[in-house]
DNA sequence: CGCCGCATGTAATTAGTTACATGATTGT
DNA sequence: ACAATCATGTAACTAATTACATGCGGCG
């Protein structure tokens, strides 16, 4: 039930609604941890039952009311203790990776293309990834001791997406000599 | 249901049980898709009743009766149609990450604790992945071109692993010194 | 004698995904 | 007119985990 400390950790930085909580997964935790809009919500549900958070309603007219969460005194000590807890969660699955083992003459082609689509990916958060360290980290030695620890992660990520990258170039640079190469033997057959 | 597929993947090498699947994720495509053998076991049967698996029996008498599954020519159709489906799945979970978010003066030493944790755990599969390179993929240019996809998959494996334990180093590095000059400070008050 | 490896599972539960729903507001 | 953003959810389903179960043979 690792999301309801992600979501707690999240709300380290103060209060925050499902939907908030939602899109700033995409620019921070959700690198190390995805999550739905619906997930989140149900959780954060659970979460005010428990007391680990509480929630003020702000009224607004033309939309639902926003439902505001932060971390209660239990919900601090709930987290401080579950770093002490050994991680079990270390949870990779890569489609890509598994489809590379289906490689053939007839797909070669397709798998490129699969290659260059990750890379284009990786390029973008790429970009995004910089982009936050550069707004926000350019400075780590002056950063409070929990943003450095922030930091770090971020600095994982940034290694993780060079080093896809650069995975990516290599594979396709493999694969485009052996596409080469399959066509030439079919044509001069 | 994409752990169908990657069963499907691991029997293209020839036929398995259950048992020897779920040991051999452990060394190969389990890098890149855990899975429990529970759930493998099920989603074989599911797999079979679909009649993209076959299977037989191979009666023992001291333990429970081998099921030995295969492709059948409708799984392998299945799987050369999936290759070409655009990946969806590119999960990553990663508690340490996440708990790293929540470092402070107290835990600073535990993480580091978990930082070294993780770390040996890299360098042990780190060894693993190598010391499978040398046995089977020595010489790359020679393999057939099904074996050259694994082998990339497997290098995306060995470039990551290396990536943590770099990320490690560097990361303790500074949290010891962090560390250091808090105890100072604490010291020197 | 007790633990590990072999070989399969069932049952219960939790986690996560996908589809659908609402409805005003702002931008193209 | 159409899509996107805001802001919440319900319902149905699939995927995955955890705990429990069996029982023989080999090893120290």
Redesign the interface.
Known sequence: M?IA??LM?AL?DGEQTGYDLARSFDTS?G????ATHQQIYAELKKLKDKEWLSCTEISQQSRPNKLNYQLTDLGKQE??A???E???????????????????????G??IG?LS?RRKEAQSNHALYEKIRERHYANPEDLP??K???Y??L???I??IK??I??CD??IK??EQ?FET?THRQASV
Chains 1, 2 share one sequence.
């Open positions: 690792a400390h992600v950790t380290l935790l690198f190390f941890w995805q987290l401080e579950w770093v002490y050994i991680p079990r969660h270390k949870v990779v699955k890569d489609e890509l990776l598994v489809k590379l083992y289906n490689l053939d003459h007839k797909n070669i397709h798998m699969l689509e001791l929990r450095k620890g922030v770090l992660s600095l994982a990520g290694r993780e080093q896809w650069e995975w290599d594979s493999l694969l052996e399959t």
